[in-house]
């Protein structure tokens, strides 16, 4: 059996009540954080901070010179501030709120697109369920689709800092893309998740069909050495409660919230909020994806909050995974799951703490999609200890998980205890806390 051998403190100190470490753990915390007379545009990841400090570490664009240094404002400017500089180090400071699709979705239709006749030409009760769309109107709207996706796409390049400036720097509207490349670090900003103007209708998903849309917040595909912090996932001004419905079906406009995939290695997501949101984060997006992902996908997930989430936080296949003081509060009328263990997934599940409400059973938390091992230890609920695999078990008996991910993670800086997680990752995580 492989298992963890941390002892939780507060700050070299063994707890010895939960008020305690608290205060002890927000006060040290905050000491180790803070840095004054620097700016955080030039900050690299600290040694041992989960995977993305292993080998050369992650410094992004910390060495740019002055002339590779951009304060932007507007969308434009931020394209233009990625797409030049070469291969050199950069840094994007962005200040204020970045809008990728100011112009709105109209701006992005095909001549001829029309949703009306989309809606009735695909109706299922002309169309049918057996067959994907095809034709004239499915046509315009890939079209549509892809006006969309070279405006809103911004691939960010090897070597590049991306950090808001103050507390309320953000981007709605767009889709960063961290595509094949090394050592990025993405901080302080409220990400809006982008809407997908022209989703797909699919009559096969499913017995009564759905619509698919496309467009992560933060896509990491195939790239190395990326360091996700101190950022807020949201999908603000548009929730699906907003949504409408055809064919009685919610017209689906929001993807994930961070997906890393395809090769990805390497990454270390820490004091972000993931909020209100549906699919939000996953590592792995296939299962026939052994080849490329086999051996990568080493990601850390550590002190963010996932507040008021459906599912995927995260979703493993292949990776091994340190999730690890990280708070889950939990909405009762929305919540699926936390952890999907998937193919050939090792997550490591640790003194992470969730808020449950009447109703939702701690078995819940894990989900299984694949017969894979899950370590999942000292984890708290509702501030009570919870062997969450054996409630698991217990309570969705038809899903048997194994235990033992078969490694122990090396790769941190500290382990808070789990009664300390709350306060801390409440206080301290998401954009515009920066110290």
């Known amino acids: 059996m492989h298992r963890t051998t941390h002892t939780l403190r507060c700050q070299g100190r063994i707890i010895a ?54 304060t932007v404002t507007t969308w434009e400017e931020f394209l233009a501030a990625l797409a030049g500089d070469g291969d050199a180090p950069r840094i994007i400071k962005v200040k204020g709120t970045l809008d990728a699709t100011a112009s709105g979705c109209a701006a992005f239709a095909a001549e001829g697109y029309d949703l009306d006749t989309y809606l009735a030409d ?10 994907p769309v095809s034709g004239p109107q499915e046509d315009l709207r890939a079209a549509s689709a892809d006006n969309q996706a070279q405006a809103i796409k911004a691939y960010v390049p090897a070597n590049t800092t991306i950090v808001g400036v103050g507390r309320d720097a953000g981007i709605v509207g767009a889709s960063l893309q961290v595509k094949g490349v090394d050592n990025v670090i993405v901080r302080n900003l409220t990400i809006e998740s982008p809407l997908d103007c022209f989703p797909q209708w699919d009559p096969t998903d499913g017995a009564t069909g759905a619509w698919n849309s496309e467009y992560d917040s933060l896509v990491v595909y195939g790239s190395t050495h990326v360091w996700i912090d101190h950022n807020t996932f949201t999908d603000g001004r548009h ?23 395809r090769g990805a290695d390497l990454v270390t997501a820490s004091w972000n909020v993931f909020a209100d949101h549906d699919k939000t984060l996953m590592i792995g997006n296939s299962d026939s994806a052994g080849d490329t992902d086999r051996g990568k996908l080493r990601v850390t997930l ?28 939990v909405d009762k009328d929305a919540y699926a ?29 894990l989900k299984k999609w694949k017969d894979s091992p899950v370590t999942a230890e000292r984890n708290h609920v509702n501030g009570r200890a919870v062997d969450l695999v054996a409630v698991h078990n217990a309570e969705v008996p038809e899903e048997t998980l194994r ?9 941190r800086t500290r382990l808070d205890h789990p009664r300390a997680v709350p306060g801390l990752v409440t206080h301290r995580a998401g954009a515009g806390r920066l110290r």
Do not use: M
Not at 246 to 260: F, P, T
Not at 306 to 325: L, S
Not at 345 to 365: D, M
Not at 405 to 411: E, I
């Open 17 to 70: 009540t939960a008020l305690g470490c608290t205060a002890l753990v927000l006060t040290a915390t905050a000491a180790a954080n803070a840095t004054p007379h620097r700016d955080p545009a030039r900050q690299t990841l600290p040694a041992r901070d989960g995977w993305a400090s292993l080998g050369t570490g992650t410094t992004g664009g910390a060495a740019a010179r002055p002339a590779q240094v951009h």
């Open 403 to 411: 235990s033992d991910a078969g490694w122990t993670p090396t790769l």
């Open 122 to 131: 695909y109706d299922p009760a002309v169309w049918g369920y057996d067959t």
């Open 239 to 261: 929730p699906d409660s907003s949504l409408p419905s055809y064919y009685g079906e919610v017209y689906q406009q929001h993807d994930g919230e961070l997906d890393i995939v």
């Open 302 to 329: 550590h002190h963010n909050l996932f507040r008021d989430i459906v599912e995927r936080a995260p979703r493993v296949r292949f990776g091994k995974v340190d999730t690890y003081n990280n708070h889950y509060v």
């Open 337 to 365: 799951y936390s952890f999907g263990i998937g193919a050939e997934s090792q997550l490591v599940a640790e003194a992470n703490s969730f808020t449950l409400p009447a109703g939702v059973g701690a078995g819940r938390i």
